[in-house]
Every structure is written in structure tokens, then in C-alpha cells.
């Protein structure tokens, strides 16, 4: 086994267990969230799309989540969520 092999296996073990490719991406040390994206192959950064919103309170948030969101990030104390279109 490799040294990238088993850096990809440790960063696709960690965004399953955060769900959080910004963890998994300052854990790697990238700047680019495309690198991590592709590091850890998850997704085809080119493929796929969302539907995002932002969400500065708990019942907005029950709401998304509700509707089938994902919790992706929080800025300045607001919350980004995400669902494929």
C-alpha cells in the first residue's frame, strides 16, 4: 500500500463520518475544495448540482431538514444547507 492510498482512504473515511468536506479539506491541507473532492472520490466535482439555502434560525433549519437538506457549513452564524435538484 501507498502513501496516497492510504491518505484517500483515511480522507474518504473521515468525510463519512463528518460530512463535512471543509473538515475533510483543511484536514488534508487543500485550498481548493476540487482537490478534495476529487482526493477523496466522492463526487466528479463537474457532475451534480444543488439547490442551497441559508438559514439563520433553529426553525428554518427543522424546516430544510424536514424538506431533505444536508447541513454543509456555518459562516458569521449562518447555517448553509444543500439537496441535489
Known amino acids: 500500500m501507498c502513501f496516497h492510498t492510504l491518505r484517500r482512504w483515511k480522507a474518504t473515511m473521515h468525510y463519512h463520518q463528518t460530512k463535512d468536506i471543509l473538515y475533510v479539506m483543511n484536514f488534508l491541507g487543500h485550498k481548493n475544495i476540487k482537490n478534495t473532492l476529487t482526493y477523496t472520490q466522492l463526487v466528479n466535482p463537474t457532475e ?6 441559508i438559514v439563520r434560525t433553529v426553525n428554518e ?5 424536514e424538506a431533505g437538506f444536508e447541513y454543509v457549513y456555518v459562516i458569521d452564524r449562518t447555517r448553509i444547507f444543500k439537496k441535489p435538484k
Do not use: I, N
Open 61 to 65: 433549519a427543522r424546516e430544510l431538514v
Open 48 to 53: 451534480g448540482e444543488y439547490v442551497s439555502k
